[in-house]
T-cell receptor, first 117, second 114 residues
Framework: DTGVSQNPRHKITKRGQNVTFRCDPI?????LYWYRQTLGQGPEFLTY????????KSRLLSDRFSAERPKGSFSTLEIQRTEQGDSAMYLC???????????????FGPGTRLTVT | AQSVSQHNHHVILSEAASLELGCNYS??????LFWYVQYPGQHLQLLLK??????LVKGIKGFEAEFIKSKFSFNLRKPSVQWSDTAEYFC????????????FGSGTQLTVLP
């Protein structure tokens, strides 16, 4: 399967612990995005990478959240000192190089479901 | 900041019925528009997209959507639904001609009865 992959698929952690999620985009996709989705809502944008550069960050991304894409391939999202409100599905998406201004679609992975107890 | 409204939270139809799901956005500039679908147990998949040109766009599985700029709408349609169309449907907007930071609606759960 050559789609976006995410690991782990499920993570249960205790409040206060740190967690890290990994996203492997589709090969040759230079754009990578992280979203968060809670029950009954659509995905909410967190951050965007073009190659290794983090170009956009949402106000939702508090200082407890950090994302990296060190070599422009896979990305990690770390949440420090988790809180119960962090419980959500964390989605990763990737896009191919643009064919024109804004003309690229995002391909989503299966997500990592985080439960903070 | 842009926002997206999907007024129908849950739609129930019988097979062969026609479908129209509403999507309205609030943003005055150039937009890129998308419909995504999430089948039970699966990840989000792109149904169709609008970037420019013909406002009537066709997607996979017989779906189409019409961009009406004056109404800030991008409604999804299908003339005859099937049981396999049971899924959650999300409308999304990328502002300023960008598809980077997508804003999603809250989704519409479609249940098709056999």
């Amino acid at each position: 399967d050559t789609g976006v992959s995410q690991n782990p698929r499920h993570k249960i952690t205790k409040r206060g612990q740190n967690v890290t999620f990994r996203c492997d985009p589709i090969s040759e996709h230079n754009r990578l995005y992280w979203y968060r989705q809670t029950l009954g809502q659509g995905p909410e944008f967190l951050t965007y990478f073009q190659n290794e550069a983090q170009l956009e960050k949402s106000r939702l991304l508090s200082d407890r959240f950090s994302a990296e894409r060190p070599k422009g391939s896979f990305s990690t999202l770390e949440i420090q000192r988790t809180e119960q409100g962090d419980s959500a599905m964390y989605l990763c998406a990737s896009s191919p190089p643009s064919r024109g201004q804004g003309t690229y679609e995002q391909y989503f992975g299966p997500g990592t479901r985080l439960t903070v107890t | 900041a842009q926002s997206v409204s999907q007024h129908n939270h849950h739609v129930i139809l019988s097979e062969a019925a026609s479908l129209e799901l509403g999507c309205n956005y609030s943003y005055g500039g150039t937009v890129n528009l998308f419909w995504y679908v999430q089948y039970p147990g699966q990840h989000l998949q792109l149904l169709l997209k609008y970037f420019s040109g013909d406002p009537l766009v066709k997607g996979i599985k017989g779906f189409e959507a019409e961009f009406i700029k004056s109404k800030f709408s991008f409604n999804l349609r299908k003339p005859s639904v099937q049981w396999s169309d049971t899924a959650e449907y999300f409308c999304a907007v990328g502002a300023d001609g960008s598809a980077r930071q997508l804003t999603f609606g809250s989704g519409t759960q479609l249940t098709v009865l056999p």
